[in-house]
């Protein structure tokens, strides 16, 4: 049972332009969000999170957008940097879950073209 | 910054062999975690850890698997008897109480033979 999904494996973009990766879930008791980064043969850096309180957090060219009615997240990058290509990854918690589990997502591989 | 660490960057092991992947998380972190990626899968929770104990497990974390904190810093991730489809990525995690974004080492990665 996938409980967070990304759908779409790879997505690629013009350097320049917005960048847009999509996550979904199933569980409504998830309040917490994360988007993570992850280069070939690294460690999953953390990004960006939000909390269910809020529809919208922004860091810089990072904004995540909740959209809670539709179990809906996304990533906008803008604008797109070749550096950005890697591996995203949608992880979500429940709040009330004490060992702050995170459920994973499979992942949107980004591919920034110059 | 601090980092979490781990060692070796990658191991090979022969089949049937015990291997002990090592993890110093953040210092002052409460939460650890192992997680795994076979190549070019997803990355797959294995077992979290808290107060000296296995808060949480994931199917792939059999008997064969096992962790510990055998002091104040090291934590580690042991496979007694590895077989080939535990080739993968180890990555090890960690975070600070009431804080949900974990922050992950580098990785090893164990090729079984």
């Known amino acids: 049972d996938q409980q967070v999904k990304q759908n779409s494996p790879s997505l690629s973009v013009q350097e320049g332009r917005i960048s847009i990766l999509n996550c979904d879930y199933t569980n409504s008791m998830f309040d917490y969000f994360l988007w993570y980064k992850k280069y070939p043969a690294e460690g999953p850096t953390f990004l960006i999170s939000?909390?269910?309180i809020k529809d919208k957090n922004e860091d810089g060219r990072f904004t995540v957008f909740l959209n809670k009615s539709a179990k809906h997240l996304s990533l906008h990058i803008v604008p797109s940097q070749p550096g950005d290509s890697a591996v995203y990854f949608c992880a979500a918690s429940a709040l009330a879950d004490s060992n702050y589990q995170l459920i994973w997502g499979a992942g949107t591989k980004l591919i920034i073209k110059p | 910054e601090p980092e979490v660490t781990q060692t070796p960057s990658h191991q090979v092991t022969q089949m049937g062999q015990e291997v002990i992947l090592r993890c110093v998380p953040i210092?002052?972190?409460?939460?650890f975690y192992w997680y795994r990626q076979i190549l070019g899968q997803k990355v797959e929770f294995l077992v979290s850890?808290?107060?000296?104990?296995?808060?949480?497990k994931s199917e792939i974390f059999d008997d064969q698997f096992s962790v510990e904190r055998p002091d104040g810093s090291n934590f580690t991730l042991k496979i007694r008897s590895t077989k080939l489809e535990d080739s993968a990525m180890y990555f090890c995690?960690?975070?600070?109480?009431?804080?949900?974004?974990?922050?992950f080492g580098p990785g090893t990665r164990l090729t079984v033979t």
């Open positions: 939000i909390s269910s």
């Open positions: 995690a960690s975070n600070r109480r009431g804080v949900y974004e974990q922050y």
């Open positions: 850890f808290y107060n000296n104990e296995i808060s949480e």
């Open positions: 210092s002052n972190h409460l939460y």
